[in-house]
């Protein structure tokens, strides 16, 4: 049964970190692309950062230079260290699997919250 598990989410101070997991089961996860997506309150769902499986980088604009994402193939998960956060970045967080990075999510986790507030 494959599934993808995000964790580490949680209510933040602006200018806090997080460090957010995405543990995933039942598919092989060295072959896949993984991503990172988020989705605030009546907004579309964006992404924000992918990782190939090389170990390439991409991020979303907005996030470019705050956002890290890794990955590590023997726990199978991927990560997504959050730096020098903003109420803007609060949203769910959601990651993503796919076989090819022009191709949709086959798998999707069910999302961890990040909530920026003072």
């Known amino acids: 049964q494959v599934q993808l598990v995000e964790s580490g989410g949680g209510l933040v101070q602006p200018g806090g970190s997080l460090r957010l997991s995405c543990a995933a089961s039942?598919?092989?996860?060295?072959?896949?692309?993984m991503n990172w997506y988020r989705q605030a309150a009546g907004k579309e769902r964006e992404l924000v950062a992918s990782?190939?499986?090389?170990?390439?980088?991409n991020y979303g604009d907005s996030v470019k230079g705050r956002f890290t994402i890794s990955r590590d193939n023997g726990k199978k998960t991927v990560f997504l260290e959050i730096d020098s956060l903003k109420p803007e970045d609060t949203a769910m967080y959601y990651c993503?699997?796919?076989?090819?990075?022009?191709?949709?999510?086959?798998?999707w986790g069910q999302g961890t919250q990040v909530t920026v507030s003072s």
């Open positions: 990782i190939g499986i090389a170990g390439n980088t």
């Open positions: 039942g598919f092989t996860f060295s072959t896949y692309v």
């Open positions: 993503g699997a796919k076989r090819f990075p022009w191709l949709r999510n086959d798998y």
